[in-house]
């Protein structure tokens, strides 16, 4: 990690293999660790730029050789937010476009609410700016897709295909974002 003072953090949060780190990868260039063991390895990644810290964080819902670790990596993700909601001012939450879908019907069906309608509802409780990343776009048949996750998230939606590095729609909504903020010295954060 880097040294400083932190007063900005913009974390990336979602299930596990949905392709936030590939997205992470995309934007800032910055190879961050991928774990052998998914779910196991409950620890942060971690990215700063003057006083910027970029956080991916380690993906929920993942059952990994019959253990349902899911529970154990929410509860370390909700603590995470919990505790440094003070400054993280945005969030990407990252859904797999192709799978969410069938995923939340299974889930309502259950009389569960779906984990990401759940993450990004506790966001927005908190004040946390958020976007969801619509990735695996590219294995998207119907474009239609976004309405349906629409219909589970009242939020921005913008597609993304993290692995053929098309992730320009998130990276114009982060820039915007901390415009906004009148943050233009935090520019450099992004890729060339
Ligand atoms: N088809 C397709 N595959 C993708 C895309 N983005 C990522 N992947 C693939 O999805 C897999 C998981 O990607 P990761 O970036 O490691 O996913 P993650 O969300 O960081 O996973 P955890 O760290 O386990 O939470 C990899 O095999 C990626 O190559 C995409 O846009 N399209
Ligand atoms: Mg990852």
Known sequence: MGSGRVNIEIIFA???NVGKSTLFYQLFGVKVRRGKKPGTTIKPNHLQYRDLLVTDLPGFGYVWKGRNLSEKVKDFVVRYIEENAHRIKLAVEVIDAKAFCEIAERWDKRGYIPVEVEMFDFLKELGIETVVAANKFD????????????????????P???????????????KSKLVEMGRHDLMGVFRK
């Open 14 to 16: 979602g299930r596990s």
């Open 139 to 158: 294995k998207v048949e119907n474009e239609s897709v976004i309405e349906e996750i629409r219909k589970w998230i009242k939020g921005e939606i913008i």
């Open 160 to 174: 993304t295909s993290a692995k053929k590095g098309e992730v320009e729609g998130i990276r114009r909504w982060l």
